[in-house]
């Protein structure tokens, strides 16, 4: 969703507006209206024998953790504590989870499955640095773990442009990072000297596009590549898009990054063009399909209102996708993930009447003939950050 685009974003992500550009909030989940009715906290709601899933879905809900087996749902972490985006490790034995703080920065944390706290891996509180070195808190989210237990992040440094410090250096724009997961405190210091060329095991993986939100949503491929979402302003497009304006964003899905400033074929390989607008990338565990949350056209604009769920087949080989199949139209779609076998997606989407987020399942994804969506929950608060979706 570019800046023409305003909706209502959920109360939790609310902290994360007043740091982040446009074009990350365009990732962080909306509704399209606002409801007096309260949503229920998530132990309450029971699913429906009939569209019980197979495996353990962990969601964030209204600032709290949660896991959907069969048809209850179990509190993992609390309401109002300011988490979001489960990550399953890659073991299956426990969780990855960031945790927003009030005070306006956030940070990453290992979890067992029953969500204990089993150890921090970042610290951004401002305790921790000054007003005077490129602004006090930082940022960390989309953590994603790959071949090796590598660990990739997005995080809010460098800081806009260093040679021009007095403008810089309170804006958030995410470049993506690695590290070995568990093996290295992640913290400015850290960050700022790796990219000061130490070899203290955090490298930095790309540059982002200054005043746009940055790079965001990493997936590790199976080789040790990656895709990841770039987000990009009418000056960084090759292409012009009609009825864009200077400041609007739009989003492309790319892979292999460099982590380099300002230089041609740094964002690496484009999968998606920047007037379908997609990111969200989510890959089945072959790697051969990939899910994504696509802006469709309306009346010769992109609609400010609606994001479709899009599946395509991925090749890493060449560096391409197949052609755009909209799975889910008409409403505004986002965060899907794959299940274990790779046919079938969850997502999050508003509910008729409320428009709170609820998860929503679409059986036989990968297929000529997916099934028509099914709503799983009702009367939830999904934060729109995606679900992670054990097989077991």
Request: charged share 15%.
């Amino acid at each position: 969703m570019s800046r023409r685009r305003r909706v209502v974003t959920i109360a939790l992500l609310l902290v994360l507006m007043a740091g982040f550009g446009v074009g990350v909030n365009r990732y962080l989940a909306s509704r399209t209206r606002l409801t007096d009715a309260p949503a229920q906290s998530p132990t309450q709601v029971h699913v429906a024998p009939q569209l019980v899933l197979p495996g353990t879905v962990y969601f964030a809900d209204n600032g709290g953790l949660f896991a959907l087996h069969g048809t209850r749902v179990t509190q993992l972490r609390a309401q109002g504590g300011g988490w979001t985006q489960p990550v399953l490790l890659p073991n299956g034995g426990g969780l990855l989870a960031v945790k927003v703080t009030t005070n306006y920065y956030s940070d990453l944390y290992e979890l067992s499955l029953n969500g204990t706290i089993e150890k921090q891996l970042s610290h951004d509180s401002s305790t921790r640095v000054t007003a005077t070195d490129h602004g006090q808190d930082d940022w960390i989210y989309y953590p994603a773990v790959g071949p090796g237990n590598t660990l990739y992040f997005s995080y809010d440094y460098p800081k806009g442009d260093k040679r021009d410090l007095p403008q810089c250096c309170y804006q958030v724009d995410f470049s993506i990072w690695k590290t070995a997961l568990g093996s290295t405190e992640i913290d400015r210091a850290a960050v700022r000297a790796a990219f000061n060329g130490a070899q203290n095991g955090i490298s930095q993986v790309s540059w982002a596009n200054y005043y746009t939100g940055g790079d965001v949503s990493p997936v590790p491929l199976l080789d040790g590549g990656l895709l990841y979402v770039d987000y990009e302003t009418s000056s960084y497009l090759s292409t012009p898009i009609p009825g864009m304006g200077a400041g609007d964003e739009v989003s492309q899905i790319r892979m292999d990054p460099k982590p380099l400033y300002d230089v041609a074929g740094s964002s690496g390989t484009p999968l998606t063009q920047p007037a379908d607008d997609c990111a969200q990338p989510a890959l089945n565990p072959a790697q051969t399909e990939i899910a994504m949350i696509c802006t469709p056209t309306v009346n010769g604009a992109a609609s400010p209102i609606e994001s479709d769920l899009v599946v395509a087949s991925f090749d890493e080989q060449t560096g391409t996708i197949g052609p755009l199949h909209r799975l889910v139209t008409g409403t505004m779609a986002a965060s899907p993930a794959w299940s274990g076998n790779g046919q079938d997606l969850i997502y999050e989407a508003p509910a008729a009447g409320n428009g709170y987020f609820q998860l929503w399942y679409v059986k036989g994804a990968a297929s000529a003939t997916p099934a028509e969506p099914k709503q799983v929950t009702t009367n939830l608060n999904l934060d729109g950050s995606a679900p992670a979706w054990s097989p077991s």
